[in-house]
């Protein structure tokens, strides 16, 4: 499905606004992404703060860093 929502998006040029608290779905989707804390916007990033980890954001930080800890229990 999101590789349909993918292609949908490249050839009609589109723009979609997704809310996941599964990172693996905005970094596969998302060019930026926005971590909010009880409703509010503490970090603006680049998908390649995921892979790096040097998000500026304490709360930010621990939320890629749980992420990948999830990845590596599986």
């Known amino acids: 499905m999101l590789n349909l929502l993918a292609d949908i ?3 009609r040029k589109l723009t979609y606004l997704f809310v996941s608290h599964d990172l693996a779905v905005i970094d596969h989707m998302c060019e930026r992404l926005a971590v909010m804390q009880y409703g509010k916007v503490v970090e603006i990033m680049d998908r390649d703060v995921l892979s790096t980890g040097k998000a500026k954001d304490p709360y930010a930080r ?3 860093e749980a992420s990948l800890e999830y990845d590596h229990a599986v």
Request: no cysteine; aromatic share 0%; proline share 0%.
């Open 9 to 11: 998006r490249a050839k």
């Open 62 to 64: 621990e939320l890629i």
